[in-house]
């Protein structure tokens, strides 16, 4: 189960993601994911479904903190937000203030939050407790610091790649020789250590937000930079339009394997979703 290459470290996760958010656009990223409100996305509609109006709120490994930004604006929520790359904390600031909401930041290690026990009605993370190194040991040590953190009755829902995905996260991880960490899950492995944690896993679910593309490939290679022409991620419905209106023929292999992924996922291996989600709940003291 353990993707463990010579050169995978925490250090490599930090450079990476800083370099990321420093080429990314608050404008861009704020007309696409937060003024066309995107909550059409089975994750955001989760935490919407899991945040009460009112609630506090953790996002651990927030990146550009567009989901504690929605939550801000739609459920008056008051969301702290928590990474350990300065870009990405510099980035969601950024967006919260273009979105004229307000949160609490912070720069560390969500496995050592400096907030004090039970702070927060629910926490939330999309593609983050993959990347804690030391695979179950470090996604136990994520979880436990985020029950920590919670109020008796808190909630989470996150999200970590699946084992079995059809596409094979393994493979590529292997194939792009990464310099950072990214495990993968089976349900019931991380069911397991969800529950050995007190919680209780109230919902589990594929999400499909871990679809690797040609163009997400091109963009890891800075292959795109070389050719002068930056090529945003095909992840939504909106997107694939602006692909399929895109003349370039990279553009249209690229959305032609997302589709074919799409329907390998949904048609010809329903159990195998590419991303696995969770929903929590603190395990009350007489369960
Ligand atoms: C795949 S990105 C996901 C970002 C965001 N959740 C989203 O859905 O766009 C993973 C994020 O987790 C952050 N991260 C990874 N390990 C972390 C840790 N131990 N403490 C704090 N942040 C961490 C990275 O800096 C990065 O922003």
Redesign the pocket.
Known sequence: MKILKKGMNAKG??RM?DEY?SNSLVEQDFDRLVKKNKLDHPYAREVFAACKKGDRTL??????G??SALLAMHRHAKPTL????PT?IRYAKKLFHRAGVKGRFEV????KMPFPDESFDLAY????LE??PGYETGMRR?LKEIRRVLKPGGRVVFTVPNSWRPDGNRFFMRALKADYIQYDFSVAQAERICEELGFVVEKKFGDGVFYITPGELIRFFKVDKLVGKRLPLVENKELRAEARANSSPLWRANQKYFVFLNWLNKKVVPPAELGLMFGLRIRKPEE
Request: aromatic fraction near 18%; proline fraction near 0%.
């Open positions: 996760n930090k993601w958010y996002e651990f490994g927030c990146g550009k567009t989901m928590v990474d350990f790359s990405a560390c290690d969500f496995t993370g999309k593609g983050v990347h804690v994520g």
